[in-house]
């Protein structure tokens, strides 16, 4: 109890910083580690819980070093201006005067679920750094010689200023913004594919980069080569004769390789032209074992799914204006799986979740997940009746353009049963459906 007494001692002072008694500064002078320790402790997962969870614990790491870091260093400078102070006294005021800074962010916490405007939380931590900046400096430049104080205050401020911009920034959108400064996608609605037709109402307008990018993957695809891949030494003339049997024999004996070669993709050609459009996708029941909202953009929830790999898919769906938080959780729905990987506002999306979308007289859209019967199974492949073939590699599904072939075709019947053409989506346990949405298109 009488530590408590110490540590809630030196806190009023803190919030009464314009006391510069004797007391006061004896009440300083008897440092201690605890108080800053808590605070410091209390700040750093105050402001994780604010992140992402894929962030949190780089958050918290970062504002726990930032703070003892700084006011190691600012002990120090103070030290090579003559400062009077001890090591430890001077890290025990830097860490108690960090407390108008815990109160300014717990009351941005508070405000945040309010709602209320981010002007209004920032009017909140600039009261807290000049209040803790003052109770810092009042103790602070009572033991340094007269001529140096300014030297000493500087580094002070510096130190909460950027504690200050850690709460404003939240830390996390500063990590986001590193993560994606050359990389920013604008997502319209919720769909991770650029290739859709021009009048759908979801969109994804690309980045420089991102074009970039998707032009070299189509090169590789049309070309059936490998950007990234090392290059190869060219072979010297007059050879090992010896190495070029082993090769030879290695690819199929005596047999000619070329010929081998060009007899594969006539093979493969009319299998895959006969192949029905539906059944060159790969979708899968899934269930959504986590779900949180992203850091930037506003429509956009970040999930973790299961769809019976070894571990859960992260998906990006444009869905906040259509379900809760609370409604996507543990939620069995169909994903789209064959589909290359997106980069999604900083956020690698690699599938998409299936909904049925029916236009209202406002000219919004009452979107619905298209939902498995509740006793299939997690990770089972989607069927259609009399239909059979593999699914492609998502290379394959943006060469052919299978989503673009499949258009509309893919819709709910008049009882929301999900269907493309006449063939019904089938799993072990049934058919799946589009609650409440009839005759609409799925995507």
Request: proline share 6%.
């Amino acid at each position: 109890m009488r530590d408590v007494r110490l540590v809630g001692g030196k806190l009023k002072v803190v919030l009464m910083p314009k006391n510069t008694s004797e007391e006061t500064l004896k009440a300083l002078r008897d440092w201690d580690l605890w108080g800053p320790l808590v605070l410091c402790l209390s700040l750093s997962i105050m402001l994780s819980i604010t992140a992402p969870p894929h962030q949190s614990a780089m958050v918290f790491t970062g504002v726990f070093v930032v703070v003892w870091a700084g006011a190691a260093i600012v002990t120090v400078n103070a030290q090579l201006l003559g400062s009077t102070i001890s090591f430890f006294q001077s890290v025990c005021v830097l860490g108690y005067c960090i407390f108008p800074l815990n109160i300014a962010t717990l009351v941005c916490m508070v405000l945040k679920l309010a709602h209320i405007h981010a002007i209004g939380r920032l009017f909140i931590v600039v009261v807290g750094f000049l209040w803790a900046t003052r109770a810092s400096v009042v103790f602070m430049s009572k033991l340094v010689p007269p001529k140096r104080k300014a030297l000493t205050v500087y580094p002070v401020l510096l130190f909460y200023l950027f504690i200050s911009w850690m709460l404003i920034t939240r830390v996390s959108v500063i990590c986001a913004m590193m993560l994606q400064t050359y990389d920013r996608a604008c997502v319209h609605e919720w769909c991770p594919l650029p290739e859709q037709n021009s009048q759908a109402p979801r969109s994804v307008v690309m980045s420089a980069a991102e074009q970039l990018n998707a032009l070299i993957k189509d090169m590789e695809t049309e070309l059936g080569i490998d950007a990234n891949a090392p290059l190869e030494p060219k072979a010297k003339k007059g050879g090992d004769k010896a190495a070029k049997k082993e090769k030879a024999a290695q690819e199929g004996g005596d047999a000619k390789p070329k010929k081998e070669k060009g007899a594969k993709p006539a093979k493969a050609a009319p299998a895959a032209a006969d192949q029905p459009e539906i059944t060159k996708l790969d979708i899968r029941v899934g269930k959504i074992v986590k779900v949180w909202k992203h850091d930037t953009a506003d429509k956009l929830y970040c999930e973790e799914i299961d769809v019976g790999e070894d571990e859960p898919r992260q998906i990006a769906s444009g869905l906040v204006h259509h379900y809760s938080l609370e409604e996507m959780q543990d939620r069995r729905i169909l994903v789209l799986c064959n589909l290359k990987a997106r980069n999604l506002v900083g956020f690698k999306s690699h599938g998409m979740v299936m909904c049925a979308a029916a236009p209202l007289a406002d000219g919004k859209e009452h979107v619905v997940f298209v939902e498995p019967p509740a006793d299939a199974k997690v990770g089972e492949r989607i069927v259609f009746d009399g239909l059979a073939g593999e699914p492609f590699t998502p290379a394959q599904v943006e060469k052919k353009k299978v989503l673009v072939a499949i258009g509309d075709d893919m819709k709910t019947d008049a009882e929301g049963v999900a269907r493309w053409k006449e063939h019904a989506f089938l799993t072990s346990a049934g058919p799946c459906v589009a609650p409440g949405v009839v005759n609409a298109v799925i995507r």
